[in-house]
């Protein structure tokens, strides 16, 4: 009989760590209006237009023009993850 309850145990423990997982991924990472941001920056670049910083250079790098779109939705406080370091 201790052996059904210690088994019992350990099967609820494993069904409620799965549970917790499938709500963090169904939620929200970025938010909408953040998105459009980064499309913004992305329409700029493609124009010529997107300039970097401190140094004001052209920007020709997609992975950049979203770093800087994201990076302004976080000035913002628009729901975006924080930056990778």
Do not use: D
């Amino acid at each position: 009989m201790a052996t059904k309850k210690a088994a019992k145990k350990s099967s609820k423990k494993t069904s409620s760590k799965k549970s917790s997982a499938k709500k963090s991924s169904s939620s929200r990472k970025y938010s909408p209006s953040a998105g459009k941001n980064v499309e913004r920056e992305m329409k700029e670049m493609k124009q010529g237009k997107l300039k970097s910083g401190r140094s004001g250079k052209k920007v020709t790098s997609r992975k950049q023009a979203i770093a800087i779109g994201l990076s302004e939705a976080r000035k913002e406080g628009k729901k975006v993850p924080p930056k990778k370091s």
